[in-house]
């Protein structure tokens, strides 16, 4: 079975500053794919960004991007330009796919609270 | 609104009455899944469909749960007997490939 530990419980960020937030995870699978979500207040999970741990390439999207380490089980996610906005829970994820790379379930992580201060 | 929708959005229920919640699906989804969370932690799976059928069902699930998708289109998870510890959201999913959507949830407070 897959579990994922994300050990920071709360973070707290300056508006325009960088934050990483971690997570670690344990599996004996080799193909996998993993995400972060976000959790706004009172609003439903988005998804932030996707990983294939079959690529090397870190995945980017705009202001988020990861630092995928899979030897070390970690995979970490970098804010850049923290905007008020980015306020909420966030949820590192793994799935392992079904047969043919079919969307399978996903195993979440307990969430770290980042706050944005103005 | 082409997202996930879920009804109800909030269900207070005595402990022992049976609640049914409903999740309608982005349109072009085959996958639908269930999750439930609870306060401060992340969503635990319950079960998921591809189309109609029920592919796995968590262990975490108890006999009290039921879920269906009958037409491969929408689905119901229903709880019967609730007690206070299904006090919880229940999170609906849908998936073309690689990545959910989740809808807003339905949160249940069993009294």
């Known amino acids: 079975a897959q579990t994922v530990t994300q050990s920071q419980p709360e973070m707290s960020v300056q508006e325009a500053e960088t934050v990483t937030l971690s997570c670690t995870y344990d599996?004996?699978?080799?193909?996998?794919?993993l995400f972060w979500y976000k959790q706004p207040p009172s609003r439903q999970m988005i998804l932030v960004i996707r990983q294939e741990a079959y690529k090397q390439q870190n995945a980017t999207e705009n202001r988020f991007s990861v630092n995928f380490q899979k030897a070390a089980k970690s995979f970490s996610l970098k804010i850049s330009d923290s905007q008020l906005g980015d306020t909420a829970m966030y949820f590192c994820?793994?799935?392992?796919?079904?047969?043919?790379?079919?969307?399978?379930?996903?195993?979440f992580g307990k969430g770290i609270t980042l706050s944005v201060r103005p | 609104d082409t997202g996930v929708s879920q009804d109800p959005r909030h269900k207070i229920t005595k402990r022992g009455q049976n609640v049914t919640f409903r999740c309608d699906p982005i349109?072009?989804?085959?996958?639908l899944y269930w999750y439930r969370q609870t306060l401060g932690q992340g969503p635990e799976f319950l079960t998921y469909?591809?189309?109609?059928?029920?592919?796995?069902k968590s262990r975490l699930l108890s006999d009290r749960f039921s879920a269906e998708r009958p037409k491969g289109s929408f689905s119901t998870l229903e709880i019967q007997r609730t007690e206070q510890g299904d006090s919880a959201m229940y999170l609906c999913?849908?998936?073309?490939?690689?990545?959910?959507?989740f809808g807003p949830g339905t949160r249940l407070t069993v009294t």
């Open positions: 599996t004996s699978e080799s193909n996998y794919y």
């Open positions: 349109s072009e989804h085959n996958r």
């Open positions: 999913a849908s998936s073309a490939r690689y990545e959910q959507y």
């Open positions: 994820a793994f799935m392992k796919p079904g047969a043919g790379g079919a969307n399978s379930k996903l195993t």
């Open positions: 469909f591809q189309n109609e059928a029920q592919l796995e």
